[in-house]
T-cell receptor, first 116, second 112 residues
Framework: AQKITQTQPGMFVQEKEAVTLDCTYD???????LFWYKQPSSGEMIFLIY??????QNATEGRYSLNFQKARKSANLVISASQLGDSAMYFC?????????????FGPGTSLSVIP | NAGVTQTPKFRVLKTGQSMTLLCAQD?????MYWYRQDPGMGLRLIHY???????AKGEVPDGYNVSRLKKQNFLLGLESAAPSQTSVYFC???????????FGEGSWLTVV
């Protein structure tokens, strides 16, 4: 079973509009972390935002915010005021403890295209 | 400020050949990871390490071996390369409960 699901293979958004990228996860570890990464066409992995499972408030980093709904096991990324440079693949990832060690696994990603 | 460095960046192998990918980090991170990225499948965890001398299997470990003899280095080995191992390989590192995972630039491997 998929641990991390990103149901939107591709998304389009108009420049300057906000967009939400969906991520749902599955874990039995009570202490986990959630990440979002951006991968532009150049290939590098760029860290965007992190949310710990015990964090009381939703994480925010500039134009990025994470809509964390713990009971629904949902961690959607919201990008406000989209820019052309936001066009990229976006990956949701989760750190969880399995057996003795923490590991970090990724979802399949969402391709975002920003339209001028 | 090097961060996470992977070598080589590009490699073409013939089926059955062996090779080793080297990952080095200068941030004193305990955790290191090897992922492969294939179209439409995101990043899949191959193996990871939680400290010097300790490794664990990830989601797709078959056909790969790893070693972490020094804290700063994490090696990924392909003993007998297969075309199915054609992929982009990413190394990453982090603190044990870190809120950021740092990635290398990726290594493009083609097996013909």
């Amino acid at each position: 079973a998929q641990k991390i699901t990103q149901t939107q293979p591709g998304m389009f958004v108009q420049e300057k509009e906000a967009v939400t990228l969906d991520c749902t996860y599955d874990t039995s570890d009570p202490s986990y972390g959630l990440f979002w990464y951006k991968q532009p066409s150049s290939g590098e992995m760029i860290f965007l935002i992190y949310q710990g499972s015990y964090d009381q408030q939703n994480a925010t980093e500039g134009r990025y915010s994470l809509n964390f709904q713990k009971a629904r096991k949902s961690a959607n990324l919201v990008i406000s005021a989209s820019q052309l440079g936001d066009s990229a693949m976006y990956f949701c990832a989760m750190r969880e403890r399995e057996t003795s060690y923490d590991k970090v696994i990724f979802g399949p990603g969402t391709s975002l295209s920003v339209i001028p | 400020n090097a961060g996470v460095t992977q070598t080589p960046k590009f490699r073409v192998l013939k089926t059955g050949q062996s090779m080793t990918l080297l990952c080095a980090q200068d941030m004193n991170h305990e955790y290191m990871y090897w992922y492969r990225q294939d179209p439409g499948m995101g990043l899949r965890l191959i193996h990871y390490s939680v400290g010097e001398g300790t490794t664990a299997k990830g989601e797709v470990p078959d056909g790969y071996n790893v070693s972490r003899l020094k804290k700063q280095n994490f090696l990924l080995g392909l003993e007998s390369a297969a075309p199915s191992q054609t992929s982009v390989y990413f190394c990453a590192s982090s603190y044990s409960n870190g809120n950021t995972i740092y990635f290398g630039e990726g290594s493009w491997l083609t097996v013909v």
